[in-house]
């Protein structure tokens, strides 16, 4: 039997809850099925047009973890916690009408206020299906920091201190489509020091440190701060990713930040907000809600719109008015 598991790529709590889902589904679903179990991994990116290619739900069970609901029939598993799971108004009521039925709704699952998809998952998994998370804890607790940033400081999500921030590092810039599906596996297995010392896992980790140094001085020479809000354009530098953070740590006053940067496969505004922001969280913008008016999502506090490649001046655009949104609500504040 052969069950494909479609995550959220380069993203930690993708590869976590991946990772999870697997061994959730091999101690607690598979034993009962009397056949032999074969795990696929496939990534999903967030991009502009279609998320999802029917032809690819080949796998006897087809689970998607920590992205975006689709009401195909071939998909028999789904784990989410972002506010915008839903593409579309139907999406929301079909997946509304599987919790009315017993057998459904013991397989979809969604809450938007679970920090990361990982803790999610592990608590349904224990309390609706009896899995023993207790060895996971490391992973999930870890999961929540890097999706939640629930960092202690600026310093500690930049610098790279940790092996999480490191895997991060790498898990968002790998350009290999082999490399996550093979570290996916190791994630629940052993420690995450352990993980990163792995020689195909180690191996990456020099050049991608350097990258990061070189990612930390293009954004502070690029970067615009006023009235509460950051903005940068790297869109002249084909970047895979950058620490989402590093706004923060060059400005720790603001509250917003909006970066726009290219990639090979979209033009991408990321719209966050700084995680040790002293503003009143009751005055605070809706990120998803802002990203949503432009086909993207995300959280109350980091969300992010996809446009392809040939579209940059739409992205550039959007950013500017949500830019000068952000701008006039700081000033407020």
């Not at 916690?81 to 599987?98: E, I, K, N, R, V």
């Amino acid at each position: 039997m052969r069950v494909r598991v479609f995550y959220h790529d380069k993203c930690f709590d993708g590869a976590c809850s991946a990772s999870l889902f697997t061994r959730f589904h091999r101690e607690c679903i598979a034993p009962g099925l009397g056949v032999p179990v074969e795990y696929e991994f496939h990534g999903l990116v967030h991009r502009a047009g279609a998320l999802f290619n029917e032809s690819d739900f080949t796998g006897d069970e087809n689970a998607i973890v920590d992205f975006k609901y689709s009401a195909s029939p071939q998909i028999t598993w789904w784990f989410d916690h972002h506010q915008s799971a839903f593409l579309t108004p139907a999406d929301h009521q079909h997946f509304l009408a599987c919790q009315r039925d017993a057998h459904c709704s013991r397989r979809k699952f969604f809450d938007p206020t679970y920090t990361s998809c990982t803790s999610f998952l592990a608590f349904i998994g224990e309390t609706q299906f009896g899995f023993d998370v207790k060895p996971l804890a490391e992973l999930i607790r870890w999961a929540d920091i890097v999706d939640g940033a629930k960092y202690e400081s600026p310093e500690s999500a930049v610098e790279m201190a940790a092996p999480a921030m490191k895997l991060t590092l790498i898990i968002e810039a790998t350009q290999d489509p082999e490399f996550i599906p093979r570290l996916i596996p190791l994630l629940t297995k052993m420690p995450l020091q352990q993980v990163l010392e792995q020689p195909f896992v180690a191996c990456l980790l020099p050049p991608l440190l350097e990258q990061h140094a070189r990612a930390i001085e293009l954004i502070r020479e690029r970067a615009e701060y006023r009235d509460g809000t950051i903005f940068f354009d790297i869109s002249d530098h084909q970047l895979e990713g950058f620490n989402k953070f590093i706004p923060y740590y060059l400005y720790p006053e603001a509250t917003y930040s909006i970066g726009l940067s290219k990639s090979s496969f979209r033009t991408k505004v990321a719209v966050g907000s700084n995680p040790w922001t002293r503003t009143d969280p009751e005055t605070m913008v809706n990120l998803a809600k802002v990203c949503e008016r432009y086909g993207g999502g995300g959280h109350a506090r980091v969300g992010a719109i996809s446009f392809s490649p040939e579209r940059s001046d739409e992205a550039r655009a959007a950013a500017k008015v949500i830019v000068a949104e952000l701008r006039e609500a700081g000033k407020k504040s």
